[in-house]
């Protein structure tokens, strides 16, 4: 049996949500925007990456039966985060990264499969890293808008969840160190490049470039107590030992409290039988 589950999410986002959803802070929401932006796109590259395997060469059934729920729970983020977007759309912001993200995302699919595997890999890297943070600092989303808190903390959830699949796959396919360890550097440089600049973008297109507040926002959140360089630089580091494996880093106890105590903002669709 897969150690996964497909969750729909109790959440509409129809009626769209304020232009500064997260209590306020003109920073920490262009930023967050900016994340959700890139995710119907890199998602999707997971998801093709990851199938890119055929399930019948890999040898352990359990983990056959995890890559099914990898894309289920992925195809819902997708789904999900399209969604949101397209209410980020109507409030007038421009993924403005698009264009080039899509020219990327094309040269990927045309990689050995194991590079599009390291690639994916380096990305769920972090996301689970950025998964842990929302998990571990819910404070982080207080005064938010409640249906956005519950997106992103269903998404970190299962994002936790399936943290591994993806990193065994790899394995299994043959993945070796030097290939995960070079990706993951390039990697890293590009999608903060990339977050950095789309933050950019949604913050210009409010005319809250220089504004001080803005600046004091960002300082917090990257480097104050609770700082997310604080929260990634260690785990950031150990995926390049040759001996990583993500469980290594073993907060399942986060998940399992955030599931215990939100099992009214999803329902479970299943997992599957392996
Ligand atoms: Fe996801
Ligand atoms: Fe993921």
Redesign the pocket.
């Known amino acids: 049996m897969s150690t996964l589950t497909v969750r729909k999410l109790n959440v509409d986002l129809s009626k769209g949500f304020e232009r500064y959803w997260l209590a306020g802070d003109v920073y920490r929401t262009a930023f967050m925007n900016a994340l959700s932006m890139s ?1 119907p796109l890199g ?1 999707q590259m997971f998801i093709d990456s990851v199938r890119a395997v055929p399930l019948e060469t890999l040898p352990d059934a359990a983990l056959r039966a995890e890559v099914k729920d990898f894309v289920g ?2 195809a819902s ?1 997708r789904f999900v985060h399209q969604q949101y977007n397209n209410q980020l759309a109507r409030q007038g912001y421009d993924y403005t990264l698009e264009p080039s993200v899509k020219v990327r995302v094309g040269r990927i699919a045309r990689l050995p499969v194991l590079d599009r595997l390291a690639i994916t890999c380096a990305l769920e890297h972090y ?1 689970a890293m950025l998964a842990d943070f929302v998990l571990r600092h819910p404070g982080f989303f207080d005064g938010a808008d409640p249906q956005m808190r519950t997106l992103w903390s269903w ?1 970190a959830a ?2 936790t969840e399936h943290k591994a699949v993806a990193f065994d796959v790899y394995q299994a396919a043959g993945g070796g160190y030097a290939r995960r360890a070079l990706w993951y550097l390039h990697v890293s440089v590009i999608f903060w490049l990339d977050t950095m600049r789309q933050t950019h973008y949604n913050l210009a297109r409010d005319g809250q470039r220089f504004k001080l507040a803005n600046w004091a926002s960002a300082a917090r959140t990257w480097f104050g107590r609770r700082g997310l360089v604080w929260n990634l630089l260690k785990p950031g580091l150990d995926y390049l030992s040759p001996r990583f494996h993500p469980w290594q880093h073993d907060n399942r106890a986060l998940l399992g409290m955030w599931l215990e105590r939100n099992d009214d903002s999803f329902r479970a669709i299943g997992s599957t039988p392996s």
């Open positions: 995710f998602e729970q992925e983020h996301t998404h299962e994002e």
